[in-house]
């Protein structure tokens, strides 16, 4: 099984293809996340008219929703540490 030239010439391109270049990634920016998240909205509730106006209010409602959120998560975690060492300690004493 002798691979032809055309064949190893092949195999080559698709190893390193010159004229493939590689498109420059721009970081993303608040405002094309914000207009990313928009965009998605509007996918997932297409009935929503969703305004300029409105976008700001939208944003600091999720801001607000994901720090009550968070919050409660860290309460609940230490709440829950805090009874596990209790536990802990308490099965020990019995022993």
């Given at each position: 099984?002798?691979?032809?030239?055309?064949?190893?010439t092949?195999?080559?391109h698709l190893?390193a293809?010159?004229?493939?270049?590689?498109?420059?990634?721009n970081?993303?920016?608040?405002?094309?996340i914000?207009?990313?998240?928009?965009?998605?909205?509007?996918?997932?509730?297409?009935?929503?008219?969703?305004?300029?106006?409105?976008?700001q209010?939208?944003?600091?409602?999720?801001?607000?929703?994901?720090?009550?959120?968070?919050?409660?998560?860290?309460?609940?975690?230490?709440?829950?540490?805090i009874?596990?060492?209790?536990i802990?300690?308490?099965?020990?004493?019995?022993?």
């Amino acid at each position: 099984m002798n691979p032809s030239i055309k064949d190893k010439t092949d195999v080559f391109h698709l190893l390193a293809n010159p004229i493939h270049i590689k498109g420059k990634r721009n970081k993303p920016t608040i405002d094309n996340i914000d207009n990313d998240i928009f965009i998605l909205l509007n996918k997932r509730f297409p009935s929503m008219n969703i305004t300029e106006y409105d976008r700001q209010n939208i944003l600091e409602k999720i801001e607000s929703l994901l720090n009550e959120i968070s919050i409660k998560n860290t309460i609940n975690e230490v709440i829950n540490n805090i009874i596990s060492s209790l536990i802990i300690e308490n099965e020990y004493r019995i022993l």
